[in-house]
Nanobody, 127 residues
Framework: VQLVESGGGLVQAGGSLKLACVASGFEFDDPMIGWFRQVPGKEREGILCISDYEYKTYYTDSVKGRFTISRDYAKNTVYLQMDSLEPGDTAVYYC?????????????????????WGQGTQVTVSA
């Protein structure tokens, strides 16, 4: 059971990046997938999620209107499209899966609600 993120990098403010989270080792339609981010010295922040076949999504206010989450079942991949990036978006981004919680604000509030984690990918936004 594994999640692997890719697509991080360095981008200027106002630019875009697209992260990918590839799943392997389990039935991909089972878990709800969320994206978190973390900066040194701060708690891991849940920012958005997507459910299984209903494609229900939830976005926190910090990314609403700028970030988009999508899911490709044929490729076992969840994507995070990040537009209008700001220096405050600089962080390590993690995808995570929960086989119990539905996609919701409550689920994103606690990283412990997610039982499968990727290794993270660094996103750096320069001013």
């Amino acid at each position: 059971v594994q999640l692997v993120e890719s697509g991080g990098g360095l981008v200027q403010a106002g630019g875009s990046l697209k992260l990918a989270c590839v799943a392997s080792g389990f039935e991909f339609d089972d878990p709800m997938i969320g994206w978190f981010r973390q900066v040194p010295g701060k708690e891991r922040e849940g920012i958005l999620c997507i459910s299984d076949y209903e494609y229900k999504t939830y976005y926190t206010d910090s990314v609403k209107g700028r970030f988009t989450i999508s899911r490709d079942y044929a490729k076992n991949t969840v994507y995070l499209q990040m537009d209008s990036l700001e220096p405050g978006d600089t962080a390590v981004y993690y995808c995570a899966g929960s086989r119990i919680w539905p996609c919701s604000r409550m689920a994103l509030r606690q990283p412990k609600n997610f039982d499968i984690w990727g290794q993270g990918t660094q996103v750096t936004v320069s001013a």
